[in-house]
């Protein structure tokens, strides 16, 4: 089925560890983004590709940074965690054909930073 | 720049009954909009959009929108509220070659 994970689910993680917030998607979409959400609130676009090779900043400024080796993969990476990084962040992928399509959101990662 | 506006930080209604949660936007262009729910713990589920076309839009789980380009709004509709309707809702525009902007969210609250 076709779909979009994210990985782990939650973190509690201690502050300047390095960790690695995993994105795939089997639908074959070329566009990916990620976004950071306070919860309850509004969603701030952090990073976006529009595929293999192409990464790009979005709004909200972030330390994080992505990559994307592979069509069906794009991991965002905090070097160093602050306990200012605790939040939501969810990860989207649309069709590159046709516009501006739809997203399709994973289920997100809850990032705790202590 | 595009933007979106949700009035309302809440809405509230009786199960049965019919609900709105409101969205202006502001755009160059023609507008392209979106509609999504989120559950809590969860990420975002697409509901319904809005390109071209009729101005009546329908979506999943009994949801529509109704596109006004003099009021520039993009209500979220449906004439029989549920329970389980119940979660956060956020209107969306798109702009330049594939991003969005998201409103703030209206959380709905339906009683029973």
């Known amino acids: 089925e076709a779909d979009i994970y994210q990985t782990p689910r939650y973190l509690v993680i201690g502050t300047g560890k390095k960790i690695t917030l995993e994105c795939s998607q089997t639908m074959g979409h070329d566009k990916m983004y990620w976004y950071q959400q306070d919860p309850g609130m509004e969603l701030h676009l952090i990073h976006y590709?529009?595929?293999?090779?192409?990464?790009e900043k979005g709004d909200l400024s972030s330390e994080s940074t992505v990559s994307r080796i592979r069509t069906e993969h794009f991991p965002l990476t905090l070097e160093s965690a602050r306990p200012s990084h605790t939040s939501q962040y969810l990860c989207a992928s649309s069709e590159r054909t046709g516009g501006i399509n739809e997203q399709f959101f994973g289920p997100g990662t809850r990032l705790t930073v202590l | 720049a595009q933007s979106v506006a949700q009035p309302e930080d809440q809405v509230n209604v009786a199960e049965g009954n019919p609900l709105t949660v409101k969205c202006t936007y502001s755009?160059?262009?023609?507008?392209?909009l979106f509609w999504y729910v989120q559950y809590p713990n969860r990420g975002l589920q697409f509901l319904l959009k809005y390109i071209t076309g009729d101005n009546l839009v329908k979506g999943s789980y009994g949801f529509e929108a109704e596109f006004n380009k003099s009021q520039t709004s993009f209500h979220l509709k449906k004439p029989s509220a549920l329970v389980s309707d119940s979660a956060l809702y956020f209107c969306a525009v798109g702009r330049g070659y594939s991003t969005l902007t998201f409103g703030k969210g209206t959380m709905l609250l339906v009683s029973p």
């Open positions: 755009v160059s262009g023609n507008p392209y």
């Open positions: 590709s529009y595929g293999v090779n192409s990464t």
